[in-house]
Nanobody, 119 residues
Framework: QVQLVESGGGLVQPGGSLTLSCAASGSIFRANAMGWYRQTPGKPRELVAFITSGGNTNYADSVKGRFTISRDNTKNLAFLQMKSLKPEDTAVYYC?????????????WGQGTQVTVSS
């Protein structure tokens, strides 16, 4: 079972940048893709970025060109670099392991990290 801890969220002005980090435990991290998700109150959790174990990436249309996902397989870390942030990016962000875009999350959900985009 993958244990996950997200960090790096905060308050940022529109147009600003943040980089989120995800620390994962368990060997399953290296063997699977990683995804970053976000959730706002009353809405389902949304997958916004995905990276395979080999480094191939995919993004939701809403963040394409602004967010970049990466991973460090030697340290079991995943990252989400967010630029040109918009108020609609405000959400709690989570990471998890998964096998395919839109597939089931493999680990227990962490606490997430709050991102608030506001002037």
């Amino acid at each position: 079972q993958v244990q996950l801890v997200e960090s790096g969220g905060g308050l940022v002005q529109p147009g600003g940048s943040l980089t989120l980090s995800c620390a994962a435990s368990g060997s399953i991290f290296r063997a699977n893709a990683m995804g970053w998700y976000r959730q706002t109150p009353g809405k389902p959790r949304e997958l916004v970025a995905f990276i395979t174990s080999g480094g191939n990436t995919n993004y939701a249309d809403s963040v394409k060109g602004r967010f970049t996902i990466s991973r460090d397989n030697t340290k079991n870390l995943a990252f989400l670099q967010m630029k040109s942030l918009k108020p609609e990016d405000t959400a709690v962000y989570y990471c998890n392991a998964l096998r395919t875009w839109g597939g089931l999350a493999l680990g227990s959900w962490g606490q997430g990290t709050q991102v608030t985009v506001s002037s």
